[in-house]
């Protein structure tokens, strides 16, 4: 593809965003949802073995299954959306890196994702879900921004139980979440089969409470969980406070 070709994926509005890993870039719209850390820390935490198929679920902008495809040895990345021109948007992204052999974007809801793949099983989930259940709190406005933040196009217990039908046996669950929401997740987890395996925690400085939680589940595994040391993303804190 030449830069000619590529940039005519790039709509009015859109900017490349630098992955800073692999030359890849990705476009966003500043305005609608754009990624943030949590995405990248997932990527990091996710686990791709070579040959393995991947899929993440409410995938977005496609930021996760991009990262995957620079950072794992994964052979195939699919990543479902339910808003179809956000779908679109990560499609173009896919081209504009020259991925369309390891990643694929489908368009589609969450609720029916067991439906969507069928036959199909994967050996590893991921999933960046909206982070608040769907009465907390004021939605925005912006139907993008209230589903990305708010339990409005799924919940919990949908993305766990389309996991549980689409993971193979032993297959590995991904989530990032809130850690207020971790007893919820955990409870949730073990209720849909996949037993929790690994928890780590994202703090902001090290003497403040973490801000997020990431969870490893395994399809049908024993029980048994390891705690991982926690993430800092700050050494210290600004002079001023």
């Known amino acids: ?18 992955l800073q ?16 850390v949590d995405a990248v820390f997932l990527s990091d935490f996710a686990k791709v073995r070579a040959g393995e198929t991947a899929l993440d679920l409410g995938t977005g902008n496609g930021i996760i299954p991009v990262l995957l495809s620079a950072k794992t040895e994964g052979k195939k990345f699919t990543g479902l959306e ?5 779908a679109e948007m990560a499609r173009r992204s896919v081209a504009w890196n020259g991925l ?17 793949f069928k036959p199909v099983f994967f050996d590893v989930i991921t999933t960046n879900p909206p982070y608040m259940p769907a009465e907390h709190g004021i939605r925005n406005a912006d139907s993008a921004r209230a ?13 766990l139980r389309e996991s549980m039908r689409l993971l ?10 809130r ?19 690994r928890i ?42």
């Open 1 to 18: 593809m030449t830069n000619e070709e590529k940039h005519k994926l790039l709509k009015p509005g859109e900017r490349l965003d630098d």
């Open 21 to 36: 890993i692999g030359g890849l870039e990705l476009i966003q719209n500043p305005e609608g949802f754009c990624f943030g």
């Open 82 to 86: 339910i808003q179809a021109d956000t």
């Open 100 to 116: 369309e052999d390891r990643v694929e974007i489908v368009t589609g809801d969450i609720r029916e994702a067991s439906q969507i």
């Open 147 to 159: 589903a990305a933040r708010h339990e409005v196009l799924c919940t919990l217990d949908d993305i």
């Open 168 to 177: 193979q046996d032993k297959g590995r669950f991904y989530m990032i979440h």
């Open 179 to 197: 850690p207020f929401r971790l007893t919820e997740i955990l409870i949730k987890m073990n209720h849909y089969k996949i037993e929790p395996k």
């Open 200 to 241: 780590r925690f994202i703090h902001p400085y090290a003497d403040k409470e973490p801000v997020l939680v990431m969870v490893e589940g395994v399809r049908g595994a024993r029980p048994g969980v390891k705690i991982d040391p926690p993430i800092i993303i700050y050494d210290r804190r600004p002079a001023e406070e």
